[in-house]
């Protein structure tokens, strides 16, 4: 796909010097458009509580999951509220999803400290069989039980039960939806061959240097140095590459300073001082041949709450010298070439994944499109801004590729909606794990993945 | 040997350096001279892996050539990546080897590429370094661009060394045509910035707007002053259509920029030359720049005011005062700011004052400019 065309002249360059080899110009970037202004927080205030964005996702969200209701248990169910409910009436309820679970870390285990007591260490799922899910609205709560997968669903999620009221005051439920896939754009995608490059997870300023060549070589062939000439005409045609976060390991969130003495750390340099300063120069060579987009991931140095607002360009003087380098926020929504595109660096996934039972990341990836909010588990156990107008993690309307960094491994699939919508879903694997970052091909929507290797001291391949 | 380093220190295209090196290699074989030669291939194919087809590009020594070349499905390319005379264990030295050239010529690290990209054009930023990336057309064209662009980048339009980049120029010549689809997107671009820069009461204030806070109105009128004469005159003369968008744009620009904020800023273009003569006005860089960064701490204690005015100043005199006095003047910059002696007097003794007295620069500057238009 991305250079079968390349093959022809494969090994023009086994060949003694040729006259003036040419140049290809990069093809350039139709139409690009930053849809990410909800993501961009203007003046923050964090003397909210949290309980409005939990109101306004419901709010929002009400009459698309009331609407799907209706379209999949039949026009005369009735909708209620929980204070309307009466025992033993089929009807539908939509709420908020809340998952009482035993592991989850509270911050009143953290001052069981205090008492000496150990705190609990952090677990990769916290999910227990004895979890239990409740259902919120605006006023009331109640217990859900019967046809619900316990273990699958996770706290924050806005969805539609249909059931009834038992004696003892739960619901038996008999059926559940989400608001499914939102509403398609139109496509104006590329008549021709048009690549966006993903990767994540560069993970500079990490002890070992394994990934650096690999880095290094992904930079090349992306800005048309490494490769025949067939495999640099193709490359030309890769118009945007993503950095979807952690561009720094997570070697550089040391934080001596805190623990150590101050005589001790005093003339020591944080280590993503080195890390950013790699970055730079990475970024420069790649912003002088093709635009770049930089998502600030879970380890960079930015804010922690989601959404993560665009790294500072004071941090990158090399490279934000070029019109080339934007610097976008986390869940970062834009318009390429009349193809959008959505992603996060993949806190959000991850989060879910530490909650649920759902172990694959497409899986999960695929299951928050359906779910129609990008991170439901935000302010619950992940750090979330507090907003109160309006929750702009919400679904509005479907992208065509919708991507999220940091996975362990690569997975892709292209997603049909009864609507007619069309979304490639990919999973973004960690560069400095696995050596392999995505293309993803505007035209046909495919991707493929790209893997870089050099030899290592036992000489395997 | 790698390719990349050949092509950086011959000056060639890095598909001129693979043949040299492929070329190289044969020849030396065919001598049979006895040295051994060890060689590295890069080899590129698709490969089926895991259920799908994946995209491998790797680095393999000889040996291993032909087993990974089995390997791959297709095979997109292969070419000769490095020569050595030992044996290499891994590939650590090539990446040191890339690195290090790399590092060298950070600024130009496209131009041996296979790919030019008509719109990586530096844009002009107050207090990043602006790598120069010459342009002869679409001068006219930026200058109204630029000036719709919106106020919040006082770049200090400090003017490269001009003979430096004359080949640069050369090599861009082709790209005058796509300039213009640059100038649209460097307007968007900066447009965007814009919101960011000039909504700076309500955001956490950029670097830019920092500096506009510090600067007092003294600094501005001495600015407004002389500046407004040189500004026309240096718009004709600006080749760079980099350096052109920043006089403009420096016009509505946040007139924060203070002499010596712009004497920082045009060191740290300064710090970006190649030139050797620079190589002293660095080192100024480096000192200035803390010192800079003690003046800014300074100044809001002493100036709160000031935003508004800001705006009109022009930015650009300053940096050209600070470059003239440097080394090798470059001809176009002096014959521009003939005029302009008086005020490079006072930039070479504001430098001059920055490197002894850091503390004292903001009153020398002061003094500086009543000395000017008193």
Same mark, same amino acid.
């Given at each position: 796909?991305?250079?079968?065309?390349?093959?022809?002249?494969?090994?023009?360059?086994?060949?003694?010097?040729?006259?003036?080899?040419?140049?290809?110009?990069?093809?350039?970037?139709?139409?690009?458009?930053?849809?990410?202004?909800?993501?961009?927080?203007?003046?923050?205030?964090?003397?909210?509580?949290?309980?409005?964005?939990?109101?306004?996702?419901?709010?929002?969200?009400?009459?698309?999951?009331?609407?799907?209701?209706?379209?999949?248990?039949?026009?005369?169910?009735?909708?209620?509220?929980?204070?309307?409910?009466?025992?033993?009436?089929?009807?539908?309820?939509?709420?908020?999803?809340?998952?009482?679970?035993?592991?989850?870390? *509270?911050?009143?285990?953290?001052?069981?400290?205090?008492?000496?007591?150990?705190?609990?260490?952090?677990?990769?799922?916290?999910?227990?069989?004895?979890?239990?899910?409740?259902?919120?609205?605006?006023?009331?709560?109640?217990?859900?039980?019967?046809?619900?997968?316990?273990?699958?669903?996770?706290?924050?999620?806005?969805?539609?039960?249909?059931?009834?009221?038992?004696?003892?005051?739960?619901?038996?439920?008999?059926?559940?939806? +989400?608001?499914?896939?939102?509403?398609?754009?139109?496509?104006?995608?590329?008549?021709?061959?048009?690549?966006?490059?993903?990767?994540?997870?560069?993970?500079?300023?990490?002890?070992?240097?394994?990934?650096?060549?690999?880095? &290094?070589?992904?930079?090349?062939?992306?800005?048309?140095?490494?490769?025949?000439?067939?495999?640099?005409?193709?490359?030309?045609?890769?118009?945007?590459?993503?950095?979807?976060?952690?561009?720094?390991?997570? #070697?550089?969130?040391?934080?001596?300073?805190?623990?150590?003495?101050?005589?001790?750390?005093?003339?020591?340099?944080?280590?993503?001082?080195?890390?950013?300063?790699?970055?730079?120069?990475?970024?420069? &060579?790649?912003?002088?041949?093709?635009?770049?987009?930089?998502?600030?991931?879970?380890?960079?140095?930015?804010?922690?709450?989601?959404?993560?607002?665009?790294?500072?360009?004071?941090?990158?003087?090399?490279?934000?010298?070029?019109?080339?380098?934007?610097?976008?926020?986390?869940?970062?929504?834009? #318009?390429?070439?009349?193809?959008?595109?959505?992603?996060? *660096?993949?806190? #959000?996934?991850?989060?879910?994944?530490?909650?649920?039972?759902?172990?694959?990341?497409?899986?999960?990836?695929?299951?928050?499109?359906?779910?129609?909010?990008?991170?439901?588990?935000? $302010?619950?156990?992940?750090?979330?801004?507090?907003?109160?107008?309006?929750?702009?993690?919400?679904?509005?309307?479907?992208?065509?590729?919708?991507?999220?960094?940091?996975? $362990?491994?690569?997975?892709?699939?292209?997603?049909?909606?009864?609507?007619?919508?069309?979304?490639?879903?990919?999973?973004?694997?960690?560069?400095?794990?696995?050596?392999?970052?995505?293309?993803? #091909?505007?035209?046909?929507?495919?991707?493929?993945?790209?893997?870089?290797?050099? +030899?290592?001291?036992?000489?395997?391949? | 040997?790698?390719?990349?380093?050949?092509?950086?220190?011959?000056?060639?295209?890095?598909?001129?350096?693979?043949?040299?090196?492929?070329?190289?290699?044969?020849?030396?074989?065919?001598?049979?001279?006895?040295?051994?030669?060890?060689?590295?291939?890069?080899?590129?194919?698709?490969?089926?892996?895991?259920?799908?087809?994946?995209?491998?590009?790797?680095?393999?020594?000889?040996?291993?050539?032909?087993?990974?070349?089995? /390997?791959?499905?297709?095979?997109?390319?292969?070419?000769?990546?490095?020569?050595?005379?030992?044996?290499?264990?891994?590939?650590?030295?090539?990446?040191?080897?890339?690195?290090?050239?790399?590092?060298?010529?950070?600024?130009?690290?496209?131009? =041996?590429?296979?790919?030019?990209?008509?719109?990586?054009?530096?844009?002009?930023?107050?207090?990043?370094?602006?790598?120069?990336? @010459?342009?002869?057309?679409?001068?006219?064209?930026?200058?109204?661009?630029?000036?719709?662009?919106?106020?919040?980048?006082?770049?200090?339009?400090?003017?490269?060394?001009?003979?430096?980049?004359?080949?640069?120029?050369?090599? =861009?010549?082709?790209?005058?045509?796509?300039?213009?689809?640059?100038?649209?997107?460097?307007? /968007?671009?900066?447009? /965007?910035?814009?919101?960011?820069?000039?909504?700076?009461?309500?955001? @956490?204030?950029?670097?830019?707007?920092?500096?506009?806070?510090? =600067?007092?109105?003294?600094?501005?009128?001495?600015?407004?002053?002389?500046?407004?004469?040189?500004?026309?005159?240096?718009?004709?003369?600006?080749?760079?259509?980099?350096?052109?968008?920043?006089?403009?744009?420096?016009?509505?620009?946040?007139?924060?920029?203070?002499?010596?904020?712009?004497?920082?800023?045009?060191?740290?273009?300064?710090?970006?030359?190649?030139?050797?003569?620079?190589?002293?006005?660095?080192?100024?860089?480096?000192?200035?720049?803390?010192?800079?960064?003690?003046?800014?701490?300074?100044?809001?204690?002493?100036?709160?005011?000031?935003?508004?005015?800001?705006?009109?100043?022009?930015?650009?005199?300053?940096?050209?005062?600070?470059?003239?006095?440097?080394? @090798?003047?470059?001809?176009?910059?002096?014959?521009?700011?003939?005029?302009?002696?008086?005020?490079?007097?006072?930039?070479?003794?504001?430098?001059?004052?920055?490197?002894?007295?850091?503390?004292?620069? =903001?009153?020398?500057?002061?003094?500086?400019?009543?000395?000017?238009?008193?």
């Amino acid at each position: 796909m991305f250079s079968e065309q390349a093959a022809l002249t494969a090994q023009g360059l086994l060949a003694p010097p040729s006259a003036e080899p040419p140049t290809f110009p990069r093809v350039p970037v139709s139409g690009y458009s930053d849809c990410s202004q909800p993501f961009q927080l203007g003046e923050r205030s964090f003397s909210r509580q949290y309980a409005h964005i939990y109101a306004v996702r419901l709010a929002g969200m009400r009459p698309g999951l009331e609407r799907r209701a209706r379209s999949q248990w039949g026009n005369d169910i009735v909708v209620r509220k929980l204070s309307e409910l009466q025992a033993g009436e089929m009807c539908c309820v939509v709420g908020t999803l809340f998952k009482a679970m035993q592991l989850q870390p *509270s911050i009143l285990q953290e001052i069981s400290e205090e008492h000496n007591l150990v705190p609990q260490p952090p677990l990769p799922k916290y999910i227990q069989p004895s979890d239990e899910l409740i259902l919120e609205d605006e006023l009331q709560r109640i217990k859900l039980e019967g046809a619900i997968d316990v273990q699958r669903l996770v706290t924050g999620t806005i969805l539609a039960v249909y059931g009834s009221e038992q004696d003892d005051g739960r619901f038996l439920v008999e059926d559940h939806c +989400f608001t499914d896939l939102p509403p398609p754009l139109p496509w104006n995608g590329p008549s021709s061959d048009r690549f966006v490059l993903l990767a994540s997870g560069l993970g500079l300023g990490s002890v070992s240097g394994e990934a650096l060549l690999s880095t &290094q070589l992904l930079v090349d062939v992306v800005t048309g140095q490494l490769g025949a000439e067939g495999e640099q005409s193709c490359a030309a045609h890769i118009t945007r590459v993503i950095l979807a976060g952690n561009l720094l390991s997570q #070697n550089t969130q040391s934080r001596d300073t805190i623990n150590k003495a101050k005589y001790l750390t005093k003339k020591t340099q944080a280590a993503s001082v080195e890390a950013v300063k790699m970055l730079d120069e990475i970024l420069l &060579q790649l912003c002088t041949s093709v635009p770049v987009d930089l998502m600030p991931g879970e380890f960079d140095p930015t804010n922690y709450t989601l959404p993560q607002q665009p790294l500072h360009r004071c941090m990158l003087p090399l490279a934000s010298a070029y019109a080339t380098l934007h610097l976008v926020t986390n869940p970062y929504q834009a #318009n390429l070439d009349g193809v959008r595109f959505l992603g996060t *660096s993949g806190q #959000n996934i991850s989060d879910i994944f530490k909650y649920s039972s759902m172990d694959d990341y497409l899986e999960i990836l695929e299951w928050t499109l359906l779910a129609g909010h990008i991170s439901p588990t935000a $302010p619950d156990t992940l750090g979330c801004y507090p907003f109160y107008k309006s929750d702009p993690f919400i679904l509005t309307e479907c992208p065509h590729v919708y991507f999220c960094g940091n996975a $362990p491994r690569f997975q892709s699939k292209l997603l049909q909606g009864k609507e007619g919508q069309q979304v490639l879903l990919v999973t973004v694997p960690d560069f400095s794990a696995t050596q392999t970052a995505c293309l993803v #091909n505007l035209c046909n929507l495919t991707c493929q993945p790209i893997t870089f290797s050099s +030899f290592g001291a036992d000489s395997e391949d | 040997v790698t390719y990349k380093w050949l092509s950086y220190t011959l000056g060639v295209h890095v598909n001129q350096a693979k043949q040299m090196l492929y070329d190289y290699v044969e020849r030396k074989r065919k001598e049979n001279s006895g040295a051994q030669l060890h060689v590295t291939y890069l080899v590129a194919g698709n490969l089926l892996q895991n259920g799908h087809v994946c995209h491998k590009v790797a680095v393999v020594r000889e040996d291993k050539l032909e087993a990974t070349k089995s /390997k791959l499905s297709t095979i997109a390319s292969v070419h000769v990546y490095s020569i050595q005379k030992a044996l290499l264990k891994d590939s650590s030295p090539l990446y040191n080897t890339d690195y290090d050239i790399v590092k060298t010529n950070l600024q130009h690290c496209s131009k =041996f590429s296979a790919i030019r990209c008509a719109a990586a054009v530096p844009r002009t930023r107050p207090d990043a370094p602006r790598a120069p990336v @010459p342009a002869q057309s679409a001068q006219a064209q930026r200058d109204p661009d630029a000036a719709s662009v919106l106020n919040g980048h006082g770049p200090p339009a400090a003017k490269p060394p001009q003979q430096q980049h004359k080949g640069i120029m050369g090599m =861009f010549a082709a790209k005058a045509a796509a300039k213009p689809q640059n100038t649209p997107k460097d307007a /968007k671009a900066e447009a /965007k910035e814009a919101p960011g820069v000039s909504a700076a009461s309500s955001k @956490p204030p950029t670097k830019n707007n920092i500096m506009d806070n510090f =600067f007092g109105k003294a600094a501005m009128n001495k600015l407004k002053a002389n500046s407004v004469p040189e500004q026309p005159k240096e718009e004709k003369e600006a080749v760079k259509p980099s350096v052109a968008v920043a006089e403009p744009e420096s016009s509505p620009n946040t007139a924060a920029e203070k002499p010596g904020k712009k004497t920082e800023s045009a060191r740290i273009q300064l710090r970006d030359k190649k030139s050797k003569t620079k190589r002293a006005d660095r080192s100024d860089d480096e000192e200035g720049d803390p010192g800079s960064v003690k003046k800014k701490r300074k100044r809001i204690k002493q100036l709160e005011s000031d935003s508004s005015d800001e705006e009109d100043v022009p930015v650009s005199p300053t940096p050209e005062e600070e470059t003239a006095p440097s080394p @090798p003047p470059v001809p176009a910059l002096k014959t521009e700011l003939e005029p302009a002696s008086t005020e490079v007097s006072a930039g070479g003794r504001k430098r001059k004052r920055k490197r002894v007295l850091k503390s004292k620069m =903001f009153i020398d500057e002061e003094e500086g400019c009543m000395g000017k238009t008193g």
